[in-house]
């Protein structure tokens, strides 16, 4: 925790209010301190942990089990020159440490309720806006994870798929002001039957595909037509192989269904200002059914000044 106060305040704030609450997540508290009751955990001199800290605790539904379970996140906000192998393992160590301590103290369980705390996540966001994708991915395969008798999963996300998770929050909230009641995130269960929530859990965020359905009413001369929209948000390389991955996804997934009135929507996430030309030549070259749509990379804001 040992951050600036007003950066963690401002920090928590964006994460907790304007980014995760319209993946459907519950936020159950935040700037926690809990007591470290393992004698194996240590602070940086190797002297006994005391306490360990809980920037966010959230809970969300988890469509496959239908039960309720909670995420512990970390949040560093720190310069892109920090973001190195012994600083990752350091951090992932930590967290995981406070996973273990969360799961057997009342300062914890008290917000849980009937949900089982069993997922942290670690986000870097680089404050000085140095973050490259390649050094990222370099540093990230050279991290080790040490093993734990704790049954949990562990997920980082770094600057980049934070600024998606932003595009893609941003989007969600776009559909959902056109006054729509029955949005939901399509989930396919294990009887091959779909189910739909308003909630996008932990390792679909991670995932390159999210897929969301609703109804919508469209007038045409004078006659009014519910529509299905199937929204597919794709976070995959923008090229013409992935468009044939997600024509042959739509057809094995049958997503078009038998509506004759279904139209389907592939939200793309451009990292070039080549990627936003090819979608739009796309929908040059579709029909109406399709309809490709670049979310706002805010990197590409700055440099294309517009896009």
């Known amino acids: 925790m040992g951050e600036d106060n007003k950066k963690i305040g401002d920090k928590l704030e964006k994460f907790g209010d304007s980014l995760f609450k319209i993946f459907g997540w519950e936020l159950l508290a935040q700037n926690l301190e809990i007591e470290c009751n393992n004698k194996n955990h240590k602070n940086p001199k190797n002297g006994d942990k005391q306490t360990h800290g809980i920037d966010l605790l959230f809970k969300y539904i988890n469509p496959f089990n239908n039960q309720y379970e909670a995420v512990i996140i970390e949040c560093k906000n720190r310069k892109w020159n920090e973001f190195i192998p012994s600083n990752l393992n350091k951090w992932t ?60 999963m562990l997920l980082l996300a770094d600057t980049f798929l934070i600024e998606k998770w932003y595009a893609l929050a941003n989007t969600l909230k776009q559909i959902k002001n056109e006054k729509i009641d029955d949005f939901g995130i399509v989930y396919p269960s294990i009887d091959s039957k779909w189910a739909k929530v308003d909630c996008i859990i932990p390792e679909l965020l991670f995932s390159d595909y999210i897929i969301s359905q609703y109804s919508q009413d469209i007038k045409t001369n004078n006659i009014t037509i519910t529509s299905e929209i199937k929204s597919i948000f794709s976070f995959d390389k923008v090229s013409q192989d992935a468009v044939i991955y997600l024509k042959s996804m739509i ?15 592939i939200y793309w996430y451009p990292e070039s200002s080549h990627d936003i030309e090819f979608i739009k030549n796309l929908n040059n070259n579709t029909d109406d059914d399709f309809k490709y749509i670049p979310m706002v990379n805010p990197r590409i804001a700055v440099v294309d000044n517009g896009f």
């Not at 440490?97 to 057997?104: I, R």
């Not at 057809?251 to 929507?265: G, P, V």
Request: some cysteine; charged content about 25%; aromatic content about 4%.
């Open 93 to 152: 160590n930590e967290l995981l440490n406070t996973l273990e301590c969360s799961v057997c103290t009342d300062t914890v369980n008290n917000y849980l309720s009937e949900s089982t705390l069993k997922t942290g996540i670690l986000l870097f966001n680089s404050s000085d806006n140095e973050y490259t994708k390649e050094r990222a991915e370099q540093n990230i395969a050279q991290m080790s994870v040490p093993r734990r008798k704790l049954s949990t």
């Open 251 to 265: 057809e094995t997934m049958q997503l078009a269904s038998h509506n004759k009135d279904l139209k389907i929507n």
